[in-house]
């Protein structure tokens, strides 16, 4: 069983209304099926293969009866800052691993600039040092997104897969595309 190289897997959960509802490790996800909660709504490429069960991997699971979801609070961490960026540098557009990036204040703080999703963004050391204190338009430097504030939990994107975007509403741009299965 190549259950290893399904460490870093999750499978997209909606709930019976097609809401996004949570991810879920696939053994969750498998147990949901087998006892009947949940169906199938997409395989994914990556199979389990072992003595007693052979079968792809879902990879979006939609629940058989509705479950009530308490609205999901987004707190602005650095983590969810980075996660919604999918760890790109706002300015240079290349991916970094979380400790070499950088919180940058769009709007500096020393000119009044919020915390606030639309005014944080996630930057490179080096494209951080540049912006420092400055506005934009002084520098010559332009955000390539305008930064908003997530609708769903950024924690998904670090397993986001492409098939999952019309599951939640999501339209494909640069940085998500690409983004499949490895
Ligand atoms: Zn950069």
Same mark, same amino acid.
């Given at each position: 069983m190549n259950s290893k190289k399904l &460490? +870093? /897997?999750?499978?997209l959960v909606l709930n019976a209304s097609y809401e996004y509802l949570n991810i879920a490790k696939w053994q969750r996800a498998i147990k949901l099926i087998f006892s009947d909660k949940a169906?199938? =709504?997409?395989?994914g490429d990556r199979t389990i293969n072992s003595q007693n =069960?052979?079968?792809? #991997?879902? +990879? #979006?699971?939609?629940?058989?009866y509705y479950v009530k979801k308490p609205e999901e609070r987004v707190p602005l961490s650095r983590s969810n800052i980075f996660a919604r960026d999918f760890y790109c540098c706002q300015y240079?557009?290349?991916k970094?691993?979380? &400790? +070499? =990036?950088?919180i940058d204040h769009i709007i500096p703080?020393?000119?009044?600039g919020k915390d606030s999703w639309d005014n #944080? #963004? +996630?930057a490179c050391k080096e494209c951080n040092s540049k912006k420092a204190n400055n506005f934009l338009n002084d520098i010559g430097m332009k955000v390539l997104k305008k930064p908003k504030k997530p609708k769903y939990a950024p924690k998904l994107n670090a397993y986001f897969r492409e098939?999952?975007?019309? /599951? =939640?509403?999501?339209e494909l741009e640069g940085d998500r595309k690409g983004n499949k299965t490895k």
């Open positions: &460490d +870093s /897997y999750r499978v169906k199938v =709504l997409e395989e =069960l052979k079968m792809f #991997v879902p +990879s #979006v699971i939609r629940m058989n240079c557009g290349k970094f691993d979380q &400790d +070499s =990036l950088t703080r020393s000119a009044g #944080v #963004v +996630s098939e999952w975007a019309k /599951y =939640l509403n999501i």
